[in-house]
């Protein structure tokens, strides 16, 4: 009898813990009677510390902002500036005794600038090469990434294309107008030069997210992929190269006359009968087309000072002469000193 009794005690202790969690999961954790207090947090935009104004040189050479419009680099006195814009901090990056400056581009997504120095090979037959560095603005400091040795004299990086997500980065080199290569290097510096349709070429993309080169055949007025060929699209003979966007969507215009009056885009594991299109309202000129990483087409009519998105019509007013585009909106300078211009 004892034995059933604590068996029938301890029994009624277990219940009643059990009973006693059940409710207070009910009535407190689970409980939809709880009060609780929200603050709402809104941003102050009064209270926003504004950009530095910063004044422009008038011998300042080729001017470039950073993706987000925070740094504005340039040529000055044979040595290229950094400004912060907004605080007007100038830092100058420091190149070796003899070394010019051949090309620089800012990457896509983040405050480093790739850089093609122009350096003396072998003084005594006078030969010339290139270097490829990147200068980190954070840090201040300068790396080289690889030593291009396929370059002459007469010789010019033209135009650096990267893609921070495959760690690819593409560097034409020109030899003349007509005569350009085009060299591949990853993230181990392995460097390879890229056989081309021609070597009269165009602008150049490349994917973000794949090790493929878009680039423009001048000769024969086409765009063409790497290990794909040439980028057909029914009933358009004269095509070029407008842009990617960071979906890996390649944007080509349809050229007449040499202005673009339709624009083609898709992805390159589609049937391009099946890419979207957009007719432009009148002509526009290929260098006057913009397409952001989002996807977002511009065309900027410098005369008039308003950048158009051609999605939704929506313009946007900027004061001086147009410099770029950043991820916000526009870069422009006035009477000698920096504007940044939101989208509207």
């Not at 604590?6 to 709880?34: H, P």
């Not at 510390?49 to 001017?63: F, Q, W």
């Not at 081309?196 to 165009?202: A, E, F, Q, V």
């Not at 000072?305 to 929506?314: A, L, Q």
Request: overall charge negative; charged content about 25%; proline content about 2%.
């Amino acid at each position: 009898m004892k034995i059933f009794k604590r068996i029938f005690i301890w029994s009624l202790i277990s219940l009643a813990i059990q009973l006693g969690g059940l409710y207070y999961i009910e009535n407190y954790i689970l409980s939809t009677q709880t009060s609780v207090k929200i603050k709402k947090v809104e941003k102050n935009i009064a209270n926003k510390v504004p950009d530095a104004e910063i004044i422009v040189p008038d011998g300042a050479e080729g001017i470039s902002a950073s993706f987000d419009a925070k740094y504005l680099a340039y040529y000055e006195d044979d040595s290229l500036k950094v400004v912060n814009t907004r605080d007007g901090n100038v830092e100058t990056v420091d190149f070796d005794e003899g070394v010019e400056i051949s090309f620089y581009k800012w990457l896509p997504d983040r405050d480093r600038i790739l850089i093609a120095e122009k350096h003396i090979k072998d003084e005594d037959i006078d030969e010339k090469g290139f270097k490829l560095s990147y200068y980190d603005v954070a840090k201040s400091a300068k790396e080289e990434i690889k030593d291009i040795t396929w370059a002459g004299n007469s010789s010019e990086v033209s135009d650096i294309q990267v893609s921070t997500l495959t760690n690819i980065i593409c560097v034409k080199v020109s030899h003349n107008e007509l005569n350009s290569k085009i060299y591949w290097i990853n993230i181990m510096k392995e460097m390879r030069k890229i056989k081309t349709k021609s070597s009269n070429i165009g602008n150049m993309r490349v994917l973000p997210h794949e090790d493929r080169l878009i680039y423009e055949d001048l000769n024969s007025n086409n765009v063409y992929a790497t290990n794909i060929g040439k980028i057909s699209i029914e009933g358009i003979d004269n095509t070029c190269l407008i842009g990617v966007d960071n979906s890996d969507r390649v944007y080509v215009g349809q050229v007449v006359d040499n202005n673009i009056v339709k624009i083609f885009y898709g992805k390159l594991n589609e049937d391009t009968i099946k890419w979207n299109n957009i007719a432009l309202q009148e002509p526009v000129n290929k260098e006057k087309i913009y397409v952001l990483e989002d996807g977002h087409i511009y065309v900027n009519d410098n005369l008039k000072g308003i950048i158009k998105e051609i999605s939704n019509g929506k313009q946007t007013a900027y004061k001086g002469t147009f410099l770029q585009l950043y991820n916000k909106g526009v870069v422009s300078i006035s009477e000698g000193k920096l504007v940044k211009t939101p989208f509207n």
